[in-house]
């Protein structure tokens, strides 16, 4: 079941790339606190979350950026790091990749 269907109707389009990049930051940054806190199931869910965030950016975000194929290239290799950092529940792992989404999070924020 998606948890962020209210974005699926076109609105997670409308935000920057930034925006949405450091939205999946704040999932996979829960994804991995509760992971080190050996909360699996709150840690499954945040893990589902930011799934389904990054999916509704590979089909919705910047469809006119002249370098979206690019775009969508790392964020599906984000993905796959992501994904065998968090079942081999490695945390420096996790860490190094938090810190690269942190980098969409400051630009967010400075808009």
């Not at 590979?58 to 065998?84: T, V």
């Amino acid at each position: 079941m998606m948890q962020h269907h209210i974005l699926s109707d076109g609105a997670w389009a409308e935000l920057t790339l930034a925006q949405q990049m450091a939205n999946i930051g704040s999932e996979s940054y829960r994804a991995a606190k509760w992971l080190s806190k050996n909360r699996a199931d709150n840690a499954e869910k945040a893990f589902e979350r930011m799934q389904e965030l990054v999916d509704l950016t590979l089909a919705y975000g910047r469809r006119d950026a002249p370098n979206r194929k690019s775009l969508l290239r790392e964020l599906c290799r984000f993905r796959e790091l992501f994904c065998d950092a968090f079942l081999r529940e490695d945390q420096s792992e996790l860490a190094a990749l938090n810190r690269y989404l942190d980098q969409f999070a400051a630009i967010a924020n400075r808009r």
